[in-house]
């Protein structure tokens, strides 16, 4: 069963702009490289031809799971959206309750996530934890290192 991966237009436009780079790009220079170790003699001892073959298949991979994100990509409609409660899309402002540290992030899908520019995947425990909660409300989430409180200080979009 495939995965619907709930995107913003910005995120669904990067992933085609990234297809086509892999396609019109990637692909014929890995083709070249694999018919110029090819010219070059016997393929059973050939080790750049093994490797441009190795290279082909990893980028026939990619090129296969971007097509399948994109295809199950539905673009979110930010007018509506709110912040009643924690959704995906909404900036969170959250308490660490352990040590006090106050952090912001926007939760996004897994392709649009990351964390250097504030953007956390929906399906990590942290941003699993804070779904549907409330402005106050204490968020108990299970992470790799132990059991983490995170107090919601505020929803925006």
Not at 42 to 70: P, R, V
Request: aromatic content about 2%; proline content about 2%.
């Amino acid at each position: 069963m495939t995965k619907v991966s709930y995107v913003t237009e910005q995120g669904l436009e990067r992933l085609m702009k990234e297809l086509e780079q892999l396609e019109t790009v990637e692909r014929p220079s890995i083709s070249q490289q694999i018919a110029e170790a090819r010219d070059k003699g016997d393929l059973s001892e050939n080790a750049e031809y093994d490797a441009a073959k190795e290279a082909q298949g990893m980028l026939e991979l990619k090129i296969s799971k971007l097509k399948d994100t994109i295809a199950n990509s539905r673009i979110l409609d930010q007018s509506k959206l709110n912040t009643d409660t924690v959704q995906i899309l909404n900036k969170v402002k959250i308490k660490n309750r352990t040590n006090g540290a106050i952090m912001e992030y926007t939760i996004v899908s897994d392709s649009e996530a990351n964390l250097k520019e504030g953007r956390m995947s929906v399906n990590t425990p942290i941003a699993k934890g804070l779904l549907g909660k409330k402005v106050g409300d204490v968020a108990e989430v299970q992470v790799p290192s132990g059991k983490m409180e995170f107090e919601i200080i505020e929803i925006a979009l």
